[in-house]
Each structure stands twice: as C-alpha cells, then as structure tokens.
C-alpha cells in the first residue's frame, strides 16, 4: 500500500525535520516507487519553470538533474530507471485513480474530473515527456 498523494505539503515539519505523516485518504495499492516517483515529479520539480517557480515556490529555476541525483542519493535509491517515462506514467496512474475516485461520487475528485482536472494530468505527463532533458540523468 502506498500513500498516494506522498508530498511536502502531508509531511509534518519541525525545525526542517520531517516528524509524520499525514492524510492518508489516497491509500492506493501499488508498488513502493509509486510513493518516491510521485514525491520525485514535485521534489524535481517535473514542471515548466513558470509553474516551478510560482507554484511550487522555488526562488529561482532549479537544477533538476542535480535535484534528482541528489534525491536519489538521499533515498538510497541506485537505479530509479527511466526516470522520465517512470514520472509520466506515475501522473497518468495518478489521472486514472481520481477518475474512479470520482466515478464512484467521491468529492473533490467529482469536481476535480469535471474541471477538466483528466486533460491537466495529460499535459502533465506529456510536457513531462516533451522536456526529457531536463530530467534524464539516472539510467
């Protein structure tokens, strides 16, 4: 079981240090890399560098290669793959659960799908894809 929605923003912090974490509302069974590629396509951050930088509240465009190595050095992770094609697949598999999320009435996915929240998640993954050079730095 994975948490499904594994970022900064459900992690209790004290002092810098993660000490918990919170609202596990999205358990979904996968594999355990979902969790890591998921917290991964926000820690690098996978999105354009207006997004980076005034949604996800970095100073400046980050080195993401580096993010990534590091990332993945921290974690002791050795081989995430194609990291790329791994992060894709994870927004995509994260589009398909809010869509039976909301196929069986579950709020905010309900919402969320008629928004147009599905076809967000589409370009997620392929400007994920798009930007390839960005990212790859661990095979």
């Given at each position: 079981?994975?948490?499904?929605?594994?970022?900064?923003?459900?992690?209790?912090?004290?002092?810098g240090e993660s000490?918990?974490?919170?609202?596990?509302?999205?358990?979904?069974?996968?594999?355990?890399?979902?969790?890591?590629?998921?917290?991964?396509?926000?820690?690098?951050?996978?999105?354009?560098?207006?997004?980076?930088?005034?949604?996800?509240?970095?100073?400046?465009?980050?080195?993401?290669?580096?993010?990534?190595?590091?990332?993945?050095?921290?974690?002791?992770?050795?081989?995430?793959?194609?990291?790329?094609?791994?992060?894709?697949?994870?927004?995509?598999?994260?589009?398909?659960?809010?869509?039976?999320?909301?196929?069986?009435?579950?709020?905010?996915q309900v919402d969320?799908?008629?928004?147009?929240?599905?076809?967000?998640?589409?370009?997620?993954?392929?400007?994920?894809?798009?930007?390839?050079?960005?990212?790859?730095?661990?095979?």
């Amino acid at each position: 079981m994975c948490h499904g929605d594994f970022g900064p923003w459900n992690i209790v912090w004290r002092g810098g240090e993660s000490i918990g974490i919170l609202d596990w509302d999205l358990v979904v069974p996968t594999e355990p890399r979902y969790d890591v590629l998921y917290a991964l396509q926000y820690a690098a951050p996978f999105r354009d560098d207006e997004t980076t930088v005034k949604w996800h509240h970095f100073p400046e465009v980050p080195d993401r290669k580096h993010r990534i190595a590091v990332f993945a050095e921290t974690y002791g992770l050795t081989d995430l793959g194609n990291v790329v094609d791994s992060v894709a697949a994870v927004q995509r598999k994260g589009g398909e659960y809010e869509k039976m999320l909301a196929d069986r009435g579950v709020q905010p996915q309900v919402d969320w799908v008629a928004n147009g929240a599905l076809e967000e998640v589409e370009q997620h993954a392929r400007w994920t894809e798009a930007h390839r050079a960005l990212f790859d730095t661990i095979k």
